[in-house]
T-cell receptor, first 114, second 115 residues
Framework: SQQGEEDPQALSIQEGENATMNCSYK?????LQWYRQNSGRGLVHLIL?????REKHSGRLRVTLDTSKKSSSLLITASRAADTASYFC??????????????FGKGTKLSVKP | EAQVTQNPRYLITVTGKKLTVTCSQN?????MSWYRQDPGLGLRQIYY???????DKGDVPEGYKVSRKEKRNFPLILESPSPNQTSLYFC??????????????FGPGTRLTVT
């Protein structure tokens, strides 16, 4: 099955710096979603980008999607200590029988130091 | 308040004792799903449902059952739990869009320990 894989596994930066996380996947998709999780809690949806979109913004978040490379990136600008969390990408495939079978990556653990 | 609720939040049980984790959403979402989260393995989908009476296996369905008799509820059943089902479980729901499922709303999680 397709698999979202985030890179890097862990990222440590200073407050005010930008954080970039990458996600790669294996098969064609309907959409790709990014989520945030604070330790042990439920995931919170950040952005959904459809396969026919190339870039999306939401506040300090910018997501790009390159379907030819089967990859996406999440950029958090001017990071804050409160951005410390794990970030996951998830893909919804469009192959026959795979719609709804959301595949999550293993996540990037971001630490923002004050 | 729009939300996904799960019960119980914490459960310690013994091998072989049947249990059910309930999941309910109040947003009239068509799509619901169960995931388990284990250290180093990320979230893995157990089962999902595109609508009432429609359920499909995810990536790790073995040892689990689900049902979707009504739109708001999607219980997860472990008929004979084993220690390898010790995990953090999440339920989620979303709208179904043309061309895929939408943004997932997650419940708070159920931490299950099977001894």
């Amino acid at each position: 099955s397709q698999q979202g894989e985030e890179d890097p596994q862990a990222l440590s930066i200073q407050e005010g710096e930008n954080a970039t996380m990458n996600c790669s996947y294996k098969t064609s998709i309907n959409n790709l979603q990014w989520y945030r999780q604070n330790s042990g809690r439920g995931l919170v949806h950040l952005i959904l980008i459809r396969s026919n979109e190339r870039e999306k913004h939401s506040g300090r978040l910018r997501v790009t999607l390159d379907t030819s490379k089967k990859s996406s990136s999440l950029l958090i600008t001017a990071s804050r200590a409160a951005d410390t969390a794990s970030y996951f990408c998830a893909t919804d495939g469009n192959a026959e029988g795979s719609q709804g079978n959301l595949i999550f990556g293993k996540g990037t653990k971001l630490s923002v130091k004050p | 308040e729009a939300q996904v609720t799960q019960n119980p939040r914490y459960l310690i049980t013994v091998t072989g004792k049947k249990l059910t984790v309930t999941c309910s959403q109040n947003m009239n979402h068509e799509y619901m799903s169960w995931y388990r989260q284990d250290p180093g393995l990320g979230l893995r989908q157990i089962y999902y449902s595109m609508n009432v009476e429609v359920t499909d296996k995810g990536d790790v369905p073995e040892g689990y059952k689900v049902s979707r008799k009504e739109k708001r509820n999607f219980p997860l059943i472990l008929e004979s739990p084993s220690p390898n089902q010790t995990s953090l479980y999440f339920c989620a729901s979303s709208l179904s869009e043309a061309g895929g499922v939408g943004a997932q709303y997650f419940g708070p999680g159920t931490r299950l320990t099977v001894t």
